[in-house]
């Protein structure tokens, strides 16, 4: 038995929720192996649990996605050792910990070229659009995408990605820095969604051209103008609520917009079946290996700063992939 230092919630609420604990961490079971972290991905989701938009059991541990060694392997486990660089992103919640046992067929390696941190900036937000841009839609050369918070740590994978699957990728984001973040990520066009008529700026720059694909992750203050944004027939995904839940839907707005398809997906199931997991996998570290994705870390806080990095990300202040260092 060793110790550990984790982040808990006893109750929803604020950034001040979080505390950090000691806890005890017990020889990995027969098919698990623990990790010593050194790299936690923060991802958004983190934000609506702690709140208790995605209602947890409490108390409980936060997070989703680390990088690190691993330490000690289970009787059972084949495949892995003790020194080997280990990713996860789908193995239950309780990422933000100094170390921790996961169950070995959730774990990927991570490949030569990649740090541990740049390994826990991407493997979450890298397989969301990995099944967004090639399984919800597979992006064509020659499509329109739109995408949403697009200097995001999901906005700018999705932006540069689509760019290099041949798409023309128009993009939003809360301000004019964001947006020429996205610009630099892949965008060719990108508006400040925080001004108003920036739906028809948007089209009009494109030539009147709307996209085949709409990618919303902001929700309620997003969705109705994703349906305006959206070609006939087009398809909106919408992954994310950042600005809070979009109220109920009348489904005849969906013939009216243009006989549009919609859909509500997420990662964990895309990604449950673990050989599913590790070709996704492989498919993203093949997309940054060729620098269609960039792994990039643009904030660090240690794990004592957890609540000024949720504070961070909760008033919009982050952009790009930002990880916890335990
Ligand atoms: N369904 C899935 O499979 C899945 C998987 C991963 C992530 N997601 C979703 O994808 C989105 C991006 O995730 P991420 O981790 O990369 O986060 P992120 O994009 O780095 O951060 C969220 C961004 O949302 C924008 N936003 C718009 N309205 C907001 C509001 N009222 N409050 C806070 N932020 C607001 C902000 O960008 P601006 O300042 O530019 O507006 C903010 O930076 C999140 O909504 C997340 O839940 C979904």
Same mark, same amino acid.
């Given at each position: 038995?060793?110790?550990?230092?984790?982040?808990?919630?006893?109750?929803?609420? =604020?950034?001040?929720?979080?505390?950090?604990?000691? #806890?005890?961490? %017990?020889?990995?079971?027969?098919?698990?192996?623990?990790?010593?972290?050194?790299?936690?991905?923060?991802?958004?989701?983190?934000?609506?649990?702690?709140?208790?938009?995605?209602?947890?059991?409490?108390?409980?541990?936060?997070?989703?996605?680390?990088?690190?060694?691993?330490?000690?392997?289970?009787? #059972?486990?084949?495949?892995?050792?003790?020194?080997?660089?280990?990713?996860?992103?789908?193995?239950?919640?309780?990422?933000?910990?100094?170390?921790?046992?996961? &169950?070995?067929?959730?774990?990927?390696?991570?490949?030569?070229?990649?740090? =541990?941190?740049?390994?826990?900036?991407?493997?979450?937000?890298?397989?969301? &659009?990995?099944?967004?841009?090639?399984?919800?839609?597979?992006?064509?050369?020659?499509?329109?995408?739109?995408?949403?918070?697009?200097?995001?740590?999901?906005?700018?994978?999705?932006?540069?990605?689509?760019?290099?699957?041949?798409?023309?990728?128009?993009?939003? #984001?809360?301000?004019?820095?964001?947006?020429?973040?996205?610009?630099?990520?892949?965008?060719?066009?990108?508006?400040?969604?925080?001004?108003?008529?920036?739906?028809?700026?948007?089209?009009?720059?494109?030539?009147?051209?709307? %996209?085949?694909?709409?990618? =919303?992750?902001?929700?309620?203050?997003?969705?109705?103008?994703?349906?305006?944004?959206?070609?006939?027939?087009?398809?909106?995904?919408?992954?994310?609520?950042?600005?809070?839940?979009?109220?109920?839907?009348?489904?005849?707005?969906?013939?009216?917009?243009?006989?549009?398809?919609?859909?509500?997906?997420?990662?964990?199931?895309?990604?449950? =079946?673990?050989?599913?997991?590790?070709?996704?996998? /492989?498919?993203?570290?093949?997309?940054?290996?060729?620098?269609?994705?960039?792994?990039?870390?643009?904030?660090?806080?240690?794990?004592?700063?957890?609540?000024?990095?949720?504070?961070? /990300?909760?008033?919009?202040?982050?952009?790009? /992939?930002?990880?916890?260092?335990?």
């Amino acid at each position: 038995m060793s110790l550990a230092r984790r982040v808990v919630i006893h109750e929803v609420g =604020d950034p001040e929720v979080m505390r950090i604990e000691d #806890a005890e961490l %017990a020889a990995p079971g027969a098919q698990e192996v623990r990790v010593r972290q050194t790299a936690v991905g923060f991802n958004y989701i983190d934000v609506y649990q702690r709140q208790g938009k995605y209602p947890l059991p409490l108390p409980s541990g936060l997070g989703h996605e680390a990088a690190g060694v691993v330490e000690a392997v289970g009787a #059972a486990v084949s495949g892995f050792a003790p020194g080997d660089r280990v990713a996860y992103m789908n193995a239950g919640i309780g990422a933000y910990a100094e170390a921790r046992n996961v &169950a070995a067929d959730k774990l990927v390696p991570v490949p030569g070229g990649l740090s =541990d941190e740049q390994a826990a900036a991407v493997l979450f937000k890298g397989l969301t &659009a990995q099944y967004l841009l090639r399984r919800t839609h597979r992006v064509q050369p020659g499509q329109t995408v739109l995408v949403h918070a697009a200097a995001g740590g999901v906005g700018q994978i999705l932006c540069s990605w689509a760019k290099a699957l041949g798409a023309r990728v128009l993009a939003t #984001a809360g301000s004019e820095a964001k947006c020429e973040l996205a610009r630099r990520a892949g965008a060719d066009l990108a508006v400040d969604y925080s001004q108003p008529g920036w739906t028809q700026r948007l089209l009009e720059a494109n030539g009147g051209r709307k %996209a085949e694909v709409v990618y =919303d992750s902001v929700g309620r203050d997003t969705f109705e103008h994703s349906l305006d944004c959206a070609a006939p027939f087009g398809l909106v995904v919408l992954y994310g609520v950042a600005s809070g839940p979009v109220p109920p839907l009348d489904t005849e707005l969906l013939n009216r917009k243009g006989c549009l398809y919609l859909t509500r997906p997420s990662v964990f199931p895309h990604n449950a =079946d673990p050989a599913t997991l590790r070709a996704n996998a /492989a498919e993203l570290f093949d997309a940054v290996a060729r620098g269609w994705v960039r792994a990039e870390v643009s904030a660090r806080f240690p794990l004592d700063e957890v609540v000024a990095m949720h504070r961070a /990300a909760q008033s919009r202040a982050t952009q790009g /992939a930002v990880v916890l260092v335990p």
